[in-house]
């Protein structure tokens, strides 16, 4: 499906074509506050973080859920990184 998101590597908006299934997601059913990490999600080499509100997904290059040990608080550290 075509979401859009922000690209905080090229500082913009774009819309892609995502999947969010099983195999690529991981959702935080723990998440309470809308600034708690919703949502991960591995996309064509890169990571979209997800926040439980509704902003638009932050698309980070080069970096997995693996690479994060699936940790929403790691995510979020990443996600700070571009404000």
């Known amino acids: 499906m075509e979401i ?15 999947e969010f299934t099983s195999e690529n997601t ?3 059913d ?5 600034r708690d990490i919703y949502m991960i999600t591995d996309w064509k080499g890169g990571l979209l973080i997800s926040e439980l509100n509704y902003t638009y997904p932050f ?9 994060i040990s699936f940790d929403p ?5 990443i996600r700070d990184q571009y404000e």
């Open 59 to 67: 698309l980070i290059y080069d970096v997995s859920r693996a690479d």
């Open 73 to 77: 608080k790691r995510a979020r550290t």
């Open 26 to 28: 991981t959702w935080f």
């Open 4 to 18: 859009t998101v922000y690209n905080p590597q090229k500082g913009r908006y774009e819309t892609i074509d995502a």
């Open 30 to 34: 723990s998440a309470s506050d809308i």
